[in-house]
Structures are given as structure tokens and as C-alpha cells.
């Protein structure tokens, strides 16, 4: 498949997914929207696939929806748009596969949300993020209300959503936005060797963690064990298990199949 607004590049078992509207900031508009739908969709159908990388290209991560295009809307129309984003992070959010943010720069707004909809946030030096839509006379839309509170606690999601402010990677770390910060040239290295190292790990058994810990999430302690109980057994079905425990126990490597 082509994409106009964005790249899509598979090295070996991991995906790419570059927003490339670098001019406005990789602002996402309803172009961008649609041509990421289409690549998760890809993504979800490639079983060769261990882990989506999600980035943007030059200065910016995402500079937030595009406020021109948003400015023109009416209100059915700006609840579809908003329909569309929500819909399209909830696929990113519940691939099956781990999908990493590498937040190169601005992450506001859509942006933020975005990288929120992902597993893991790795951020350079030079990232922001933040949820300016107060500021705009609109409240976050693509889902920030709900994931911000879940990733940082209340307190800082309304500090963040009520006043706007923006902070720079260092608080969003300290903050648990994000999971490492590191310099804008180490970037991409440090993003590579993190979905390596996922990739080399039993897939089926992350697959089964990455559903137990979002379906676990949503519901109480007890529900949660019982996902955990049933896709731990699960992990006894697979040839990977066997790979995985004799491996250890004769001191060599383990090369998974995905079985
Ligand atoms: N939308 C459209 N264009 C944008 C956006 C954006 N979000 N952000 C930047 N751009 C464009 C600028 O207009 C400019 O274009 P041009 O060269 O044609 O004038 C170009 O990108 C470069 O931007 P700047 O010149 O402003 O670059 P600076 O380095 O001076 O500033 C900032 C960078 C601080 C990131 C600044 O551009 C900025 O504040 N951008 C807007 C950030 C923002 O408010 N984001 C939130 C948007 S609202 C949102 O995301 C809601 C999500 C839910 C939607 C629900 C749908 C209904």
C-alpha cells in the first residue's frame, strides 16, 4: 500500500510508522488519520510483525490535531473527526503487537494523545508535551481525558489539561509520561534496541502479557488474576515455552518461533 501522509518501512520483524507532514508539525488531519488506520491495519494483518514503531519526521513528534482543518468544522463534523482519531488510537492501543512512541519533538494535544495510545514512550531532550485544547476553547478529543489520568494519576492529568502548560521530557519523565529520555541523536538507537530486544522475546507470550495487562487494567484486582491465571496456562500450549525453559536450563540461547 501507498500512504501519501505518511512512511511505512518494515526492517526484519519491526514496522515503522513516520507521521510526514513535517511543514505543520505533523499536525494530524483527516488525511493522516485515514492513512495510519489503513497502516495498523496492515501492521494487524502481517504476522511476521513483532513490534510497531510510531514516530514523526524532523523537529516535531505531533504537533496536535490540525487546528485549521478543525476550525472549519461543524459540530457533527468535529464529533466524527474526533470519532475517527478515538477509533484509530484504540486499534494502535490494542494491536496485539508492543507499539513504541518514539517522541522526536512536540507531542501536544493529539500528539500526546497519540503517544499515550502506545505501550512504551521513549522521548529525546528536545520533546514537549502537553494538552493545549483548553487554551483553544476545545478539551482533549482523541482520547487524552481518559489515558492521562490512567498513565500519571489525576492530579497531574487535570494540572496538565486544566492549565495547558506544556512541560519538557524531563518532567513527563519524572512524571511517568514516559518510560526513558535520551538525546535527540541517541534517539533512534535507543528506540531500535528496545524493539530488538522485544522482538527477540517469545511473541505469543507477549501478546498474551500486552492483553492481560490492558484488559487487567480495566477491571478489578480479582478479574485481572484470573486474565493473568488463564494466559499464563495459555503460555503451556505453546512449542515456545519448551524453547524457552530448556534453553535456560542448558545454558544456551533461545530462538523462538512464534509457536
Ligand atoms: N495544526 C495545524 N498546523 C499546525 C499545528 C497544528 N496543531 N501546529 C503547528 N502547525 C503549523 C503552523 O501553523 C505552521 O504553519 P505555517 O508555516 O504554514 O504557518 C507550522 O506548523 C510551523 O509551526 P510554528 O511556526 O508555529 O512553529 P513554532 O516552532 O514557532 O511553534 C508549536 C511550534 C509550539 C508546536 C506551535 O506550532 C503550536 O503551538 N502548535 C499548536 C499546538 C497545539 O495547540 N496543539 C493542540 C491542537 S488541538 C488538538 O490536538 C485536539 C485533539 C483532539 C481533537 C478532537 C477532534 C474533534
Redesign the pocket.
Same mark, same amino acid.
Given at each position: 500500500m501507498t500512504y501519501e501522509t505518511i512512511k511505512y518501512e518494515i526492517n526484519e520483524s519491526i514496522a515503522k510508522i513516520t507521521i510526514n507532514r513535517p511543514?505543520?508539525?505533523n499536525? %494530524?488531519n483527516s488525511d493522516v488519520l485515514n492513512d495510519l488506520d489503513k497502516a495498523i491495519e496492515e501492521v494487524k494483518d502481517n504476522s511476521d510483525l513483532r513490534v510497531l514503531i510510531i514516530t514523526g519526521e524532523g523537529r516535531?513528534f505531533v504537533?496536535?490535531?490540525?487546528?485549521?482543518e478543525?476550525s472549519e468544522?461543524n459540530p457533527i463534523q468535529?464529533?466524527d473527526?474526533?470519532k475517527k482519531?478515538i477509533s484509530v488510537f484504540r486499534k494502535i492501543e490494542t494491536l496485539p503487537i508492543p507499539v513504541i512512541a518514539q517522541v522526536n519533538g512536540?507531542a501536544?494535544?493529539?500528539?500526546c494523545?497519540l503517544a499515550m495510545a502506545c505501550d512504551i514512550r521513549i522521548a529525546s531532550d528536545k520533546a514537549l508535551f502537553g494538552q493545549?485544547?483548553v487554551? %483553544?476553547g476545545?478539551m482533549?478529543?482523541?482520547g487524552?481525558s481518559q489515558r492521562l489520568q490512567r498513565l500519571v494519576g489525576q492530579g497531574w492529568a487535570k494540572y496538565l489539561i486544566y492549565s495547558a502548560e506544556n512541560i519538557k521530557a524531563d518532567k513527563a519523565l519524572e512524571i511517568g509520561l514516559v518510560q526513558d529520555v535520551v538525546e535527540v541523536d541517541q534517539l533512534e538507537q535507543r528506540v531500535n534496541q528496545l524493539a530488538n530486544s522485544i522482538a527477540s522475546k517469545a511473541p505469543i507470550a507477549v501478546k498474551l502479557s500486552k492483553e492481560a495487562i490492558n484488559t487487567g487494567g480495566q477491571v478489578d484486582i480479582d478479574s485481572g488474576l484470573r486474565i493473568e491465571e488463564n494466559n499464563f496456562g495459555l503460555t503451556f500450549s505453546t512449542e515456545d515455552m519448551k524453547t524457552g525453559t530448556k534453553a535456560f536450563i542448558n545454558k544456551e540461547k533461545a530462538e523462538f518461533q512464534n509457536k
Open positions: 511543514d505543520a508539525l499536525a %494530524l516535531s504537533a496536535g490535531a490540525d487546528i485549521k478543525m468544522l468535529a464529533r473527526f474526533g482519531g512536540f501536544l494535544g493529539g500528539g494523545e493545549p485544547e487554551g %483553544l476545545i482533549p478529543g482523541f487524552g
